[in-house]
């Protein structure tokens, strides 16, 4: 996969001086080519496939892209990656990482919001069901 990104990307700057397409187009279409496979299950069925078998489920699901809304709980400044931002879902937790600086300061304590990143760990505790996502994006 990586031989495959690294090789559109040579390819883009010629592409786009002879015309074919704009560098952005050409970006954009590395990026669906390489982006990871979306997640099509719910938060709830993704915390019982946890529940039953975390070592599988964990399997399943880590470096898939999920998509899905929660109320931001708490925004916090790190080391790597730079921001996490912790929502909750019901009852589940989704840890969210990020290094963007300007989609970071537009969030807000107690709002509501969509957040898109990759899958790195789904788990379960005494306490809740939780989901952490890097490269996020809200």
């Given at each position: 996969?990586?031989?495959?990104r690294?090789?559109l990307?040579?390819?883009l700057p ?8 704009t560098l952005?187009?050409?970006?954009q279409?590395?990026?669906?080519a ?11 069925q993704?915390?019982?496939d946890v529940k039953?078998?975390?070592v599988?489920?964990?399997?399943t699901y880590?470096?898939?892209?999920l ?8 925004i916090?400044?790190g080391?790597?990656?730079r921001?996490?931002?912790?929502m909750?879902?019901?009852a589940v937790?989704i840890f ?7 989609q970071?300061s537009?969030?807000s304590?107690?709002k ?10 789904v788990?379960?505790?005494?306490r ?10 809200f």
């Open positions: 996969m990586k031989v495959l690294n090789g990307i040579a390819a010629m592409l786009a001086m002879s015309g074919c397409i952005e187009q050409g970006l279409q590395v990026q669906q390489t982006a990871p496979a979306p997640v099509t299950q719910s938060l709830a993704i915390c019982q039953a078998n975390k599988r489920a964990n399997e880590r470096n898939k892209t998509s899905v809304s929660g109320k931001v709980e708490m916090n400044q080391m790597q990656p921001y996490r931002v912790y909750s879902n019901g937790e969210a990482g990020t290094d963007n600086t300007s970071v537009a969030l304590v107690g509501t919001t969509q957040v898109t990143g990759v899958i790195t760990l788990d379960q505790d005494y809740a069901c939780s989901v952490t996502l890097k490269n996020s994006t």
